[in-house]
Structures are given as C-alpha cells and as structure tokens.
C-alpha cells in the first residue's frame, strides 16, 4: 500500500504565507511526479503545481510567481510554499505522487486526503 500524508494547512489571513507538506510511504520503487491539485467549494479540483523527476515545475497561472513547489527524493516529500495568499486560494489542497511500487508495475497514481487552506480578507 501508498499513503501520503498533507500536513501545514490552516488559516491565514490575506497576504499570508503557508508551507504544505506531503509525505509519501509504503510499498514504493520510484515517484516519477509529485503535485498538488485544490477544489474550493463547488468547483473542479484544479492542477496547482507539479514537479517531475529532475525537479522540472509546472504552475497553474493563477499561482505563478507567488508559490513555489519543491520535492526532496531522499523523503520521498513534497512541498509547497505558498505566499501572498489571496481569498481565492481557499480551498482543500490535495497532495499527489505518479509512482511505481515495483520495478515492472505501471505508474498509478495516489492521491492524500487533502488539508484545508483558508484565506480570510
């Protein structure tokens, strides 16, 4: 089995800085990618930012220049650093990792249970 655990969500006021955590364990031979996606109420959960193996980024236009994603392989833990907080970025973040838990097994994705972040004005 996979489990990732999201940790650092909370309130803030806007302006504000959060750090959320993920960790990844279990049964795990390599993580190709690790993410975090968010869904605010009523909406599609929605591609925040993502990092691949050799650390290449990916943001979604709405957080450019003011979150930053991170990985640490030896941890198999990814992060993101989130600044200048707006009251749009209120949502449940959830934390994903495209991995393989074999050698020879495909890339599935696993997704965390997700940590609330809520942005008051």
């Known amino acids: 089995q996979v489990q990732l655990v999201e940790s650092g969500g909370g309130l803030v006021q806007a302006g504000g800085s959060l750090r959320l955590s993920c960790a990844a364990s279990?049964?795990?031979?390599?993580?190709?990618?690790m993410g975090w996606h968010r869904q605010a109420p009523g909406k599609q959960r929605e591609l925040v930012a993502s990092v691949i193996s050799g650390d290449s980024t990916n943001y979604a236009d709405s957080v450019k220049g003011r979150f930053t994603i991170s990985r640490d392989n030896a941890k198999n833990t990814v992060y993101l650093q989130m600044n200048s907080l707006k009251p749009e970025d209120t949502a449940v973040y959830y934390c994903?990792?495209?991995?393989?838990?074999?050698?020879?097994?495909?890339?599935?994705?696993?997704w965390g249970e997700g940590t609330p972040v809520t942005v008051s004005s």
């Open positions: 994903n990792a495209d991995l393989r838990r074999y050698a020879h097994d495909y890339i599935g994705r696993y």
């Open positions: 279990g049964t795990i031979f390599s993580i190709n990618a």
